[in-house]
T-cell receptor
Framework: QEKVQQSPESLIVPEGAMVSLNCSFSDSASQSIWWYQQHPGKGPKALISIFSNGNKKEGRLTVYLNRASLHVSLHIKDSQPSDSAVYLC?????????FGDGTQLVVKP | ETAVFQTPNYHVTQVGNEVSFNCKQT?????MYWYKQDSKKLLKIMFS???????VNETVPRRFSPQSSDKAHLNLRIKSVEPEDSAVYLC?????????????FGEGSKLTVL
């Protein structure tokens, strides 16, 4: 069973700060890695994905993947109070998707 | 914009009762899922259906049973609920199984067992 671990567990930052979220996984044969955002009382929403080593940028989001170290990170530039949510890392392998236990982000105005 | 619809959103019941959650997706996806999310936000896959065929059945108690009438609907029935069943149950859908990794979730059905 794939193990997906996220850090930190929670994070409080001022508005405008750069946010860095980390995720490690256990199987190098994993296919795609996704980051999801979940607001209170809502279902998770897919934000950005990466498959190949390297980085990918979409708007204020940048994701970095290092398959050798089994690590992926999500960076949020110029964070906003509306970014306050739980961020979930998801790893797909063999038609199964495994989630980490999330990072709670609070962006204070 | 929600395209995966779950009912009911909340349900409070007593130990031993039966509960059913319904899910419908309007995205034309061929795979649907049920996930259980605990109070610490950990998501665990329970069932997955591809074109009405069960393709993943994780080790869940036998009192849980999925039901699918077509690829747009996946319901979840719980016979004789237990206190540890209190959680949010999330329905999701995707194209082509789990390899793409992108799931579309409903807003969840929160179950409280007294």
């Amino acid at each position: 069973q794939e193990k997906v671990q996220q850090s930190p567990e929670s994070l409080i930052v001022p508005e405008g700060a750069m946010v860095s979220l980390n995720c490690s996984f256990s199987d190098s044969a994993s296919q795609s890695i996704w980051w999801y955002q979940q607001h209170p009382g809502k279902g998770p929403k897919a934000l950005i994905s990466i498959f190949s080593n390297g980085n990918k940028k979409e708007g204020r989001l940048t994701v970095y993947l290092n398959r050798a170290s089994l690590h992926v990170s999500l960076h949020i530039k110029d964070s906003q109070p509306s970014d306050s949510a739980v961020y979930l890392c998801a790893v797909s392998i063999n038609n199964r998707i495994f989630f980490g236990d999330g990072t709670q982000l609070v962006v204070k105005p | 914009e929600t395209a995966v619809f779950q009912t009911p959103n909340y349900h409070v019941t007593q130990v031993g009762n039966e509960v059913s959650f319904n899910c419908k997706q309007t995205l034309g996806h061929d795979t649907m899922y049920w996930y259980k999310q605990d109070s610490k936000k950990l998501l665990k896959i329970m069932f997955s259906y591809n074109n009405k065929q069960l393709i993943v059945n994780e080790t869940v108690p036998r009192r849980f049973s999925p039901q699918s009438s077509d690829k747009a609907h996946l319901n979840l029935r719980i016979k004789s609920v237990e206190p540890e069943d209190s959680a949010v149950y999330l329905c999701a859908s995707s194209y082509g199984g789990g390899n793409t990794g992108q799931l579309y979730f409903g807003e969840g059905s929160k179950l409280t067992v007294l």
